[in-house]
């Protein structure tokens, strides 16, 4: 079985719903306190034994390439003005991975953006880690490092997913479950927003590993929903396909309240931050 060596990571979207904002800034960029988002999904990825990371990008997102790059001038200038621990932060940044970058110039949907990334993944097993879902697992290991032990475990395509309330289903993709053995779940298959009577309440939430075989289909697949090649439609069509329901806690960043929400949480989690944000949310009616 060959390993996990490369995540693809989407972020060609245009991020209408953080207009206007997003009109001149990629949504991957936009910070939680002091780190763009995009960055925890590449650390997530790095973390999780990833040697590559290929992100997939428009080419009006020049920024993120900026951002990943290395720029020794700015280094030295950092250092010159005692700022040489910041000078370290960009500089492990810029040299922590190897990244990649695939141009989708064409917005048809995340099976096109994933079909995007064939020649650059070639014919191994790789993570995807979608930008919108930022997952915390401070106890254990991250979620794509779960779905990766879960795939070598059964050498399957394997969606990460958690349970949502009733009332959420109808926002989320829900599998459509054979059997369930602890956190594994054999798949049936899996209904796109249901709105109504889903077959579980198990949502795939962001995280995938994928065999090769996807590229196949997402050649052949009739567009779907929005006239876009939807994942989703591809991954019913493999022949066998497994759930994970992992640990952490997950948040929508592509939502506006569950960015706030990232925001607040992480700002109670730093040291130069918590008690500031603590006391000030004490005053607030």
Do not use: W
């Amino acid at each position: 079985m060959k390993p996990i060596r490369k995540a693809v990571i989407p972020a060609a979207g245009l991020g209408t719903r953080f207009l206007p904002a997003t009109k001149g800034l990629a949504k991957e960029m936009l910070p939680i306190i002091d780190k763009p988002t995009i960055l925890y999904q590449v650390e997530e990825a790095v973390a999780s034994g990833c040697k590559e990371v290929i992100l997939i990008i428009s080419q009006e997102k020049q920024e993120i390439i900026r951002f990943f790059n290395r720029d020794v001038a700015y280094e030295e200038y950092l250092k010159s003005k005692n700022h040489a621990d910041f000078a370290e932060i960009i500089q492990k940044i810029a040299t922590f991975a190897k990244i990649s970058y695939v141009f989708q110039n064409e917005q048809k949907g995340l099976g096109h953006a994933i079909l995007c990334a064939q020649k650059a993944v070639g014919n191994e097993p790789f993570l995807v880690i979608l930008g919108d879902d930022l997952i915390v697992n401070e106890s254990g290991p991250t979620a794509s490092s779960q779905l990766i032990e879960a795939y070598q475990q059964t050498g399957c395509s394997i969606l990460g997913v958690q349970e949502v309330a009733l009332c959420d289903t109808k926002k989320y993709g829900i599998i459509d479950p054979i059997s369930v053995q602890g956190r594994l779940i054999l798949m049936k298959g899996m209904v796109e927003k249901p709105k109504e009577n889903p077959p579980s309440l198990f949502a795939a939430l962001g995280r995938y590993v994928l065999t090769p075989d996807i590229f196949d289909l997402l050649e052949n697949q009739t567009p779907g929903a929005g006239g876009e090649i939807q994942l989703t439609d591809s991954l019913k069509r493999l022949n066998k396909i497994y759930a994970y329901q992992f640990e952490g806690k997950r948040y929508d960043i592509g939502d506006k309240f569950g960015y706030v929400q990232a925001v607040i949480d992480f700002s109670l989690k730093r040291d130069d931050l918590k008690e500031k944000v603590r006391k000030y949310l004490e005053t607030i009616e």
